[in-house]
């Protein structure tokens, strides 16, 4: 099974900035695309970004020229730098990963616990 931890989250005030961090672990084979979704109180989740296996990069309207999402492959690990913070980013961050894990030929996504980002106003 393939495990996901995120950290980094935490309290900011308006204009700051943070960086949160993924660990995939486990039996894994490959992983293609990583990415981060978000979820405020009473609210739908949403996509926030992702980034392939090639690099390529995709954004939700509302984080795009603050937000810029990363991989290291050597290291497991996807990264989501948030600058400018606004109080709206407010939400516990989820990230996900299509993984295939050691000798099962299918992929799925897996899930991580989340970590809380709180932005001041």
């Known amino acids: 099974q393939v495990q996901l931890v995120e950290s980094g989250g935490g309290l900011v005030q308006t204009g700051g900035s943070l960086r949160l961090s993924c660990v995939a672990s486990?039996?894994?084979?490959?992983?293609?695309?990583m990415g981060w979704y978000r979820q405020a109180p009473g609210k739908q989740r949403e996509l926030v970004a992702t980034?392939?296996?090639?690099?390529?990069?995709n954004y939700a309207d509302s984080v795009k020229g603050r937000f810029t999402i990363s991989r290291d492959d050597a290291k497991n690990t996807a990264y989501l730098q948030m600058n400018s913070l606004k109080p709206e980013d407010t939400a516990v961050y989820y990230c996900?990963?299509?993984?295939?894990?050691?000798?099962?030929?299918?992929?799925?996504?897996?899930w991580g616990q989340g970590t809380q980002v709180t932005v001041s106003s």
């Open positions: 996900t990963a299509q993984v295939v894990a050691m000798g099962v030929p299918a992929d799925y996504t897996a």
């Open positions: 486990g039996s894994i084979f490959s992983i293609n695309v």
């Open positions: 980034i392939t296996s090639g690099s390529s990069t």
